[in-house]
């Protein structure tokens, strides 16, 4: 069952310039179809995730870096030692 709508025009009226002079204004009209079907889709919209913080350092860096603090603590402890045993053996 069509419902049958007259359809309604609109005239809209189009102005074009061409090297700086007003051309003749020449109407548009919008003709709406009479018969068939109309329909439309409805898109989902995008949604929006909550914002996550990213590490400003890697994780990878961060353990190297926790690796190398390790290494610089027990070469000291070593050095400290060794200079310590040097002296007592001084005596």
């Not at 069509?2 to 020449?26: C, L, M, R, W």
């Not at 590490?55 to 310590?84: D, G, V, Y």
Request: aromatic content about 6%; overall charge positive; some cysteine.
């Amino acid at each position: 069952m069509v419902n049958d709508i007259p359809a309604p025009t609109e005239t809209f009226s189009s102005s074009t310039e061409e090297k700086g002079k007003n051309v003749k204004q020449q109407p548009i009209t919008l003709i709406l179809p009479t018969s068939g079907k109309l329909f439309f889709e409805k898109k989902q919209e995008f949604q929006l995730c909550k914002p996550q913080l990213l590490p400003l350092k890697s994780f990878s860096l961060e353990k190297l870096e926790r690796m190398h603090k390790e290494a610089q603590r027990q070469l000291q402890e070593t050095r400290i030692r060794t200079a310590a045993n040097k002296s007592s053996n001084n005596f």
